[in-house]
């Protein structure tokens, strides 16, 4: 079969790696849909070791891209039961693996093991190919109702932006600000809205905002006509908002987000990369203010993000803008690079 490599410097290539066959607590999925998300452009921009920049380790070596897996079960290895996968199940993959034990992996945070992590499409396989090897325990049930490229987004970036609204405990009490309008934060002024709050979008791009009121933003501010913090103070009668979500790993949009809260108020970070300078006194402390930092989802919380979309019939598909075969690999990453309004996916 052929895979993406991320060669770095804005280059990839199709390359030829042997079909994959399970081994013991093994599964092959076939995969139907595999996402881009904004994490992939780190290897695809990156000069030398990406995985490593991003503070992942591996060895660098050629892997398979594409962390978001959504497909069917095609094989399954000795010693997997019929309760842990049968041939044709619909699955998403949470990707990453560590040592299966420890007390992080054993509640499905396997991204928090100490013992060494695999991150499929980053140091390990992933799913920009049409098949893909991986621990039985790493399979999420895809609901019926999910389309596999609804199931491919929930498996990073939608699930990143559920993990994030959780812990800031978002509900209809608060005015969310979401900082970026990339797939992540599409994803949270959608949740955003459904889990009931006043939701205010933040982008530079005027497609992105259009796009964030679609998915139920009440208002949207540009960043590069109007101060964001000042903007979301004169529409919170002067408090702040009592959440704010920083999606975009940009400095000035990190302190955007600490200075737009509320006295009391809650600011997360999902965003990668980069820094940001705060004055703790007078930006956190007088402020009672908490940060908090969200790394995507537990295998658990990737399943109850499933759901919630399914249960709510949440239009999640509207994110999935842009189509391509694993054929347009080079096209598909370069069009992401460049100009960025909505979500890619290779369908298979
Ligand atoms: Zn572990
Ligand atoms: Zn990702």
Redesign the pocket.
């Known amino acids: 079969m052929r895979g993406v490599v991320f060669l770095g410097e804005r280059k990839l290539e199709l390359r030829e790696f042997p079909d994959p066959a399970p081994g013991p607590g093994e599964v092959v999925i076939a995969i139907k849909a595999s996402g881009m ?4 452009l780190h290897p695809y921009r990156a000069v030398g070791n990406a995985a490593g920049a991003l503070g992942l380790g591996g060895s660098g070596g050629p892997v398979i891209g594409g ?2 897996p959504c497909g069917v079960v095609a094989a399954v290895g000795p010693g997997v039961s019929e309760a842990e996968a049968r041939v044709g199940q619909r699955v998403m993959n949470h990707h990453y693996w560590g040592c299966g034990q420890c007390k992080y992996c054993r509640v499905g945070w396997s991204q928090l093991c100490k013992k060494g992590i695999v991150v499929y499409g980053m140091t390990g396989h992933g799913a920009h190919a049409p098949y893909m090897k991986v621990p039985v325990r790493t399979l999420v049930p895809l609901p019926e109702a999910l389309s596999f490229e609804e199931g491919a987004a929930i498996s ?2 939608t699930g ?1 932006a559920y993990g994030a609204l959780k812990r800031l405990d978002v509900s209809g009490r608060d005015t969310l600000a979401v900082f970026g309008q990339g797939p992540v934060g599409l994803s949270a002024t959608q949740l955003g809205t459904a889990m009931g709050a006043r939701v205010i979008a933040v982008d530079i791009a005027p497609e992105r905002r259009q796009l964030a009121r679609e998915f139920g933003a009440e208002a949207v501010i540009d960043p590069r006509e109007t101060d964001p913090a000042k903007a979301l103070r004169e529409l919170t009668h002067g408090e702040g908002v009592e959440a704010a979500l920083d999606c975009t790993g940009n400095p000035d949009a990190r302190l955007a987000a600490i200075r737009s809260a509320c006295t009391w108020g809650r600011v997360g970070f999902v965003g990668e990369g980069n820094n940001v300078t705060i004055d703790v006194s007078q930006d956190m402390i007088r402020k009672q203010l908490t940060i908090l930092a969200s790394w ?1 989802f537990s295998s658990v919380g990737q399943e109850e993000c499933a759901r919630f979309i399914a249960d709510r019939r949440i239009p999640l598909r509207k994110l999935l803008t842009h189509h391509f075969k694993l054929d347009e690999a080079a096209h598909a990453y370069q069009l992401f690079d460049t100009q960025t309004t909505g979500k890619g996916v290779f369908l298979f």
Do not use: F, N, R
């Open positions: 998300c904004g994490s992939d962390h978001e990073c970036g990143t995507t």
